[in-house]
């Protein structure tokens, strides 16, 4: 049913179909008033550790999604269905990049410019869609062989991890806490052939879609408040 995966029931529907949220008109996104964090009332803040500043307004926000190769379906759908869908429900770029030879996983390229005041950026509301397509079990031949969700991997550049893991793993250590979920940096050697110089692979993955969707939540709030630097090379060719 709509919301399975963790994403509130206005941001998916059914059979990997979006349900269209009425027209953004600035404030929260359709939806968003629904909690994203286990037993937290609806209209509940952000439990404290996935707080963080808003962004500057003009701050470029991206996030590099890896996209099992079996899944770049579900996210691009028949005929680029589904990724329009998304971009024109969300208000942001996304683009699913290239194939790299010798890599299982594509990139999804997904990013907007902040206007400093959203509590939710165009940016995260289609990170949490991109979650809900991957996380989708598989229709037809496929279903028997399901068995859950993979782990929902971000490329991160190496300046913006530190806002993630806080002294001492302070910080990763309360979002893992607050979320249910597993959330990790993997080894520099466990870095995909599609990822950029400096970057840092993070993996989050919990037995619970739910906690998995609040962990991405918790993540790119945190990564959305603590933009790199303009001239940091980690501009995606977006469409």
Request: charged fraction near 15%; glycine fraction near 12%.
């Amino acid at each position: 049913p709509p919301g399975q995966y963790g994403v509130p029931p206005q941001y998916m529907g059914g059979a990997g179909q979006f349900a269209p949220p009425p027209p953004y008109m600035g404030g929260a996104y359709p939806g968003q008033e629904a909690s994203m964090y286990p037993g937290q009332a609806p209209h509940a803040a952000a439990p404290a550790p996935f707080r963080a500043p808003t962004a500057s307004a003009g701050a470029q926000v991206v996030f590099r999604v890896l996209c099992p190769g079996n899944r770049t379906g579900s996210v691009i759908g028949r005929s680029g269905d589904t990724i329009k869908a998304l971009r024109e429900q969300s208000g942001a770029k996304i683009k699913m990049l290239d194939a790299i030879p010798g890599c299982e996983e594509r990139v999804v390229a997904i990013s907007c410019a902040e206007d400093g005041v959203s509590p939710m950026s165009p940016a995260q509301v289609a990170l949490l869609r991109v979650y809900a397509c991957i996380a989708e079990p598989p229709q037809g031949a496929g279903a028997a062989a399901y068995t859950g969700p993979p782990p929902f991997r971000l490329l991160i550049p190496g300046q913006q991890v530190g806002c993630l893991i806080g002294k001492g793993g302070a910080i990763i250590k309360a979002m893992r806490e607050e979320s249910g979920a597993h959330i990790k940096i993997l080894p520099h050697e466990q870095l995909p052939g599609c990822a950029l110089e400096g970057d840092e692979l993070l993996e989050i993955g919990a037995a619970s879609p739910h906690a998995c969707a609040a962990a991405v939540q918790a993540v790119s709030t945190r990564l959305r408040a603590y933009v790199p630097r303009p001239d940091a090379p980690i501009a995606m060719p977006l469409a």
